[in-house]
């Protein structure tokens, strides 16, 4: 092998070697950073072993290198994402994505439409036809950072998220940027994707539009109520004007419509709604001074403004618009569909409403009721005369039919879900309901039985009640010693006034609500003694529900009209919720009272005109002081059906007396509501196996118990009433008058002919007990 001499030249081709000089500057870089890799491999390698030394659990966690340079990729990507979806999200046409539909309700069966809802009733309007103070009150409502914030407000939302997750209820963070998107470009469907399109288009559309666009977009698409969309129409159907004639304080209620227009309608809400409705006017317009729109001087002087009664609505008549309302109502307050998903349409939303069954209901009242009246010749009383009625499925809680009015085109107020009319005697069951659950005793010391003896004397004070109290027995009657079984047979006032305070009226309120009133029912203060003879004012579907916890043995199943929710295409429908059984009063305790209440359907009871069903029933008759309401609620084994009747005055909806209608004196729950009652529950179950009460009654509740020994305060000197004998009162004047010996066989509607319109209350018997309906097996 050769070398090359130093001397020699370099080879073509060949780089000569170099002589390293410490001096050279390149070659003490090269140095350095041949040092600096080879500490840094050194410390890699030794991190490397540090961490092979850690226990293998340890050695999963991440070190804080990987989490910050985790963390850095991942906010990397989160923006390049946000910016390629601002560049590829466009701003689609107006309701380019959304496809006017009709939302179609049917009855039970699935097939038979009830009603076709979905024409837009709008009309647009210039934001300069709608008044500063109206366009400032939707902002203090929906978005007070509507001014400030780019479309978006992310402190909102991250608000919203948390108090959801929190427990604190569904909570809404969307701007009024971001709500005008969803109604005028996207749709009402609650998806991830339509939530990130709306994000992105609200971005934009602030970008592109001015904010008094904005705003005259959003209220021309929003829905208020009332089949009302858009400012201009909601204004109409309000108050009966223009938008540009608004006033500050109509426009705040109209704002205030935003969050909850059906909940917040006072003219048509429960008395508990009026009362949100009208703080959540308050809630705007203290926004509007936060926010410097209103002085405090002006704010002080505003009055709350009632809105005008709904006017008919086209495509509801007859019996439509209130059912709709029903399920509607019930779909919001469940939270299945909010207002706005719902009136987009698209829906399909079978019933639990019965056609057999609600034709039934309508052609009772007509024949039994209407056909009474006479408004020409007694405008004084057979005017303004209304029905309230509900029928239920006791064991499954279904409401199968209810009567709202004669036609909701033109009387839009449902009388089956109002809760502003006394229900009077009706409520006596859940005295005696409250008495037997438990170890109640008298206030002498004796346990409470169906056949506990109470005085029943009229105007007899209540003895330890929070109120001075001592009320009449209907035609002022004195019974003497009386059963409480005898006492509901013959609705004995003075009795279930002590009963209830023996009882305790928190335990009697308590008893209500478990068996099926809502807590929110106004008259049911435990302060008034008067509460166990029926102030309580609770719907039709409410004291319907009551009895059909009674008939299913004491199980309370909360009453619903929806039996399949569906929308054709779209398969992310909401769930509807469960319908389970509670334990109300135990069965021993229900059946006690349904065996009691069978007596009421007797001869002697007072709602003896129930007796031409002709089936095993059990009900009670209600009526309240002045005559301005009578009921009667009763059930069978598989039906259950509360008929109230009233009169108001149509303009300032004041309670009037029945005082007169249809040439009777007065009305009781044993008379037209009865009559309704029998009238539709025989042509309901016409055709269907009679069934008979499976009662479990204790001993207790059976036989009669020990007599109490003579009291001062129970046998005060009492004077005879005033002409009021144990006998019939005085049949009514202008109904047919009945033949001396009447006959008892079934009308043409279907109930007995020749019976008294009203019954005595008095009876010479103390202590008889009723005969029932039919013999029981």
Not at 595 to 618: E, F, H, K, M, W
Request: aromatic share 8%.
């Amino acid at each position: 092998m050769s070398q090359e001499s130093p001397d020699q030249p370099p080879t073509a081709g060949r780089t000569p070697p170099r002589t390293p000089s410490p001096h050279d500057p390149l070659e003490g870089e090269d140095r350095a950073e041949g040092s600096r890799r080879n500490r840094r491999r050194t410390r890699r390698t030794a991190r490397r072993a540090r961490r092979r030394a850690l226990p293998r659990r340890r050695r999963l966690l991440p070190s804080w290198r990987m989490t910050v340079g985790g963390l850095l990729g991942l906010l990397l990507l989160g923006i390049a994402a946000f910016v390629t979806l601002y560049l590829v999200v466009p701003v689609p046409d107006p309701n380019a994505h959304a496809v006017a539909q009709s939302t179609v309700y049917y009855y039970a069966d699935g097939t038979t439409e009830l009603a076709r809802t979905g024409a837009v009733n709008r009309q647009d309007v210039a934001i300069g036809q709608i008044p500063p103070a109206t366009r400032q009150a939707v902002v203090s409502a929906e978005d007070r950072s509507f001014y400030r914030n780019k479309g978006v407000d992310l402190k909102g939302m991250l608000r919203a998220a948390w108090n959801t997750a929190a427990g604190k209820g569904t909570q809404g963070g969307s701007t009024i940027t971001q709500q005008y998107v969803k109604n005028h470009y996207l749709t009402q469907d609650q998806t991830i994707t339509r939530k990130v399109k709306e994000l992105f288009i609200s971005l934009k559309v602030d970008q592109q539009q001015s904010k008094d666009d904005i705003l005259a977009g959003y209220l021309n698409t929003s829905y208020f109520g009332r089949n009302a969309y858009g400012i201009q129409t909601a204004a109409h159907a309000y108050y009966g004007i223009d938008a540009a004639r608004l006033t500050l304080a109509q426009g705040a209620y109209l704002a205030t419509l935003l969050q909850a227009p059906s909940a917040y309608d006072v003219r048509t809400s429960t008395p508990a709604n009026r009362g949100k409705a009208i703080a959540r006017w308050n809630y705007v317009l203290d926004g509007m001074v936060s926010l410097g729109f209103l002085p405090p001087a002006e704010r002080a002087s505003l009055t709350f403004p009632e809105p005008i009664d709904p006017q008919p609505t086209k495509g509801l008549s007859g019996q439509a618009g209130y059912l709709v309302g029903i399920v509607d109502d019930y779909l919001a307050a469940t939270g299945v569909l909010d207002t706005a998903s719902l009136k987009a349409g698209g829906w399909k939303i079978t019933t639990t409403f019965d056609k057999a069954k609600q034709d039934a209901f309508v052609a009772a009242v007509r024949s039994e009721l209407t056909t009474q009246l006479d408004p020409k010749a007694r405008p004084d009383s057979d005017t303004a005369v209304r029905v309230a009625g509900a029928s239920i499925d006791p064991g499954t809680g279904r409401i199968v039919a209810v009567y709202g009015g004669p036609d909701y085109s033109g009387q839009p107020f449902n009388d089956a879900t109002r809760q502003d009319n006394q229900v009077g005697s009706t409520f006596k069951p859940i005295d005696l309901a409250a008495g037997l659950e438990g170890d109640h005793t008298t206030h002498d010391g004796y346990r409470i039985t169906t056949q506990t003896l109470y005085e029943g004397d009229s105007r007899l004070p209540v003895i330890g009640g929070p109120s001075v109290y001592a009320p009449p027995n209907e035609d002022d009657i004195d019974y003497g010693l009386v059963t409480l079984r005898y006492a509901m047979m013959k609705s004995v006032n003075s009795v279930f006034a002590q009963e209830g305070v023996d009882v305790g009226l928190a335990a009697v309120r308590r008893t209500a609500v478990q068996l099926g009133l809502p807590e929110t029912v106004p008259g049911m203060d435990p302060a008034n003694t008067s509460m166990t003879l029926g102030t309580a004012t609770p719907s039709a579907i409410d004291l319907a529900s009551v009895y059909a916890t009674f008939a299913n043995h004491g199980q309370a199943i909360t009453p619903w009209p929806v039996l399949r929710l569906e929308r054709p295409g779209d398969s992310e429908v909401p769930k509807l919720p469960g319908h389970p059984a509670r334990t109300a009063v135990s069965r021993g305790t229900a059946d006690a009272v349904t065996d009691v209440l069978q007596d009421v359907i007797s001869s002697s009871g007072t709602g003896a005109l129930a007796l031409s069903l002709n089936r095993p029933a059990a009900g009670k008759t209600g009526t309240t002081d002045s005559n301005r309401s009578a009921w009667f609620a009763g059930y069978t084994p598989e039906l259950t059906t509360a008929v109230g009747l009233f009169r108001e005055d149509p303009k300032t909806h004041a309670k009037l007396p029945l005082t007169g209608t249809a040439g009777f004196t007065r009305i009781n729950g044993g008379a037209f509501p009865t009559a309704i009652w029998t009238a539709y529950m025989s042509a309901a179950l016409h055709g269907g196996p009679v069934r008979y009460f499976d009662l479990q009654v204790d001993r207790d509740n059976t036989l009669p118990a020990e007599a109490p020994p003579p009291n001062p305060a129970r046998h005060r000197p009492h004077p005879p009433a005033p002409s009021h004998p144990l006998s019939p009162a005085p049949a009514p004047k202008p109904a047919p008058t009945p033949s001396p010996s009447p006959s008892h066989a079934p009308g043409p509607t279907g109930l007995p002919t020749g019976l008294p319109t009203r019954f005595p209350s008095g009876s010479p018997f103390r202590f008889p007990v009723g005969t029932p309906a039919l013999p029981r097996p």
